[in-house]
């Protein structure tokens, strides 16, 4: 499948957003507790492993190209990484995964901020909607640090996400990403580090095989957007984005037993549905 037309871009954008909450479940697999870091740290390595061989097909001259921007990114995913594992690991899977989606909301915002661009009265109740809707599934009267980790993880994507646009063109999707990856690595080599001085938590191999697996379904993920997105607009294609929340309460469903109540169903719908309307009213008005 290869994502030339519309009907095979959303059937790769419902297989991807599956295989991202999959990357999911094998964190909140890992339990509370885990050594974060070395987490991190291993997931980094294994990617660069992952993405290493796929260097043969570019140019090494232009990675040193935006070097400032990819450091930046390189540090926020590095801080996404972490949030979504606390997130994860403490807060059931849907709800997680409900939070994760007000980074597209926030993205419109530092849009704005960051590049003037126009907010319609569309997009302005989105992200007032989005905003209200995280307040109503994380209840701020039972606020602790999984539901801040979540806010602090879609802060860090949208960040990521608005900085993309300020990376050399001439750099393909996998260069950005092994660039990442690679600037990834020393960051989080001193924060593992760092862990294990203060916290002695031991080496556990174990977890080599829930970071290669995550980074692995991640990759995969990333990959079925870029064949998604190559030839298809995206503004046809991008509400099958939002099919990630119903695989993340099916699945939370089935293998961990949680049942979401009347506040998830509610605040989710306020993140969920202007983000639909949004892309569906882009579809209608802007030729592709």
Partial sequence: MTGH???????????????????????????????????????????????????????WRSLPQGFGIHLIRAALSLLGVFCMVIALTTLPLATANAVFYLAPLLVMLFAWLGFKERLTLLSISAVAS??????????????????????????????NSVLVRLLPDNQTSVQQLLINALLMLPLSAIFFGIEWQLTAPGFRPDLAIFALTSGVLIICYNWTVLLAYRHVAANAVTSAEYTGLIWAILIGWLAFAETPGLGFLLGSAMIVVPLVALSFRQHKYQPY
């Fill in 5 to 59: 037309t519309l009907r095979s871009a959303i059937i790769l954008l419902i297989v991807g957003n599956a295989l991202a909450v999959l990357s999911d479940v094998v964190i909140k697999i890992m339990g509370a507790g885990v050594p974060v870091f070395q987490f991190m740290f291993l997931r980094t390595v294994l990617t660069v492993g992952v993405l290493l061989p796929f260097s043969r097909h570019f140019s």
């Fill in 130 to 159: 989005g905003l209200i809707g995280t307040l109503v599934i994380l209840q701020p009267l039972n606020f602790g640090w999984g539901a801040l980790a979540a806010l602090g993880g879609a802060l860090s994507m949208a960040l």
